[in-house]
């Protein structure tokens, strides 16, 4: 059987996007499952688009998650170059051998030329096809005229491994461009040559290129070549499942979620479930989960939905799963500055608490802010509270100052405070939402917060009782 090979072929055009490195992680794990290669290959033959440090921005983020290859532009490989701008020469000459044997020629006309023809056609209702004006005699190739494909209209059956049986007819089938007159390739035409070159088993790509394929068979064929296996992914739609998706549904460079403190493993495993799953109900996979399970026949065909609000969610499931001391360790860049004059011992408490409600770890500082500063009191907390705004300040006070009093006794256990917080539910009459409520806002200035006997046994007594003196005070005014 042959090696599996498959590729990643990013154009340096910007940077990766969540959705973008679907296809990424698709090939990878092909690849990977089949203890084959996994290549890097940069397609920069568009130089108008490149942008400066896409080709770095794209090798760290696929660092970043875990997807290492075998070959590529920065580690080379026996079908080195990895890069389409130094592989110029092959082009080159897999284009002569088209040429000798007829079926490549020089487009003579202008931009202006095929434009005027491109009209034509769409006043005729027609749809364009530049072979209705291939030139009788075409001059010889000096390299200033773009070099098209001779075609040879048919139709075509194939199987795409997503997308099942696929057909066409011979009216999709045309003379396209295989080099331009700046001397570059098309994507068309260098993808072919390098995927051969490089013995490419397997093609993920984008729908977006569907297409065209009906005219890659064609090529294949006038070239001697086998085409490799090819899977389409589905489209990638914003939440409303209508668009594609857009930077303002979330499609955020993959770099700026792990800075924000998103997890490898659950960005990996919120993508490969973008229009794949294992026919269970199972929603998040371990890396191994994903080697075990995922295949390519399992990749619906319509398009898949990005909700960021999921990918959330999956990742503080991964977070749940991490033990104390390895978040711990992997939060140390993310505390808010005061929590720098606090031990370990003290943070790694407060982490313990949030733990269960971490989402990404930028949301630390506001999570944990108050077990290291006493915020200011905020007169909204109990103001804009659903219960708490009806109720006399008199009223307020009175519960705040029993709550000092049997605070002032405890040994701040969590077991103690909360026997306490009964006792004072009991002993004012009131309803947790309305006692604990205002207990915590007087004591985190906070609307939310873990448990509220842990977070005041963490806290500690000199700390809660201080703020409950501050509360206080400013109900007073
Ligand atoms: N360079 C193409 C792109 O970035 C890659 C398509 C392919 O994988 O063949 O869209």
Known sequence: MKTVRTRFAPSPTGFLHVGGIRTALFAWLVARQNHGKFILRFEDTDKKREVEGARQHLIDSLKQLGLDYDEGPDVGGPFAPYTQSERLDSYKQWAQKLIDSGRAYADPYSAEEVQAFREQAQAAKQPFLYRNHRPEQPPAWDGSQPLRFKSDPKPYKWHDEVMGDLHSGPEVIDDFILIKSDGYPTYNFAHIIDDAEMEVSHIMRGQEFLASIPNYLNLY???????????????????????????????????????????????????????????????????????????????????????????????????????????????????????????????????????????????????????????????????????????????????????????????????????????????????????????????????????????????GKERSLRRLDVQLSALAD
């Open 221 to 459: 064929e006038a070239l001697g070549l086998e085409p490799p296996v090819m899977a389409t992914m589905p489209h990638i739609l914003g939440p409303d499942g209508k668009k594609k998706l857009s930077k303002r549904d979330g499609a955020k460079d993959v770099l700026d979620y792990i800075r924000d403190g998103y997890l490898p493993d659950a960005l990996v495993s919120f993508i490969a479930t973008l229009g794949w799953n294992d026919g269970t109900e199972q929603e998040v996979f371990s890396r191994q989960e994903l080697l075990d399970k995922f295949s390519l026949s399992r990749v619906q065909k319509s398009g898949a939905h990005f909700d960021e609000r999921r990918l959330l969610w999956v990742n503080g499931h991964f977070i749940r799963e991490l033990s104390l001391d390895e978040l711990y360790k992997k939060v140390a860049d993310y505390w808010p500055p005061e929590a720098q004059d606090h031990d370990d011992a003290y943070k790694k408490q407060a982490l313990g608490l949030v733990q269960e409600r971490l989402k990404y770890f930028a949301e630390l500082p506001e999570l944990t802010g108050f077990f290291f500063t006493d915020l200011p009191v905020n007169a909204e907390l109990i103001s804009g509270h659903k219960q708490l705004k009806k109720l006399a300040a008199a009223d307020l006070k009175a519960w705040l100052e029993q709550t000092k009093t049997s605070l002032a006794d405890s040994d701040f256990s969590a077991v103690d405070l909360g026997k306490r917080l009964n006792e004072l539910l009991e002993q004012t009459g009131q309803k947790p939402a309305v006692l604990f409520s205002l207990i915590r806002i007087a004591t985190t200035q906070s609307p939310a917060s873990p448990g509220l006997a842990e977070t005041l046994a963490i806290l």
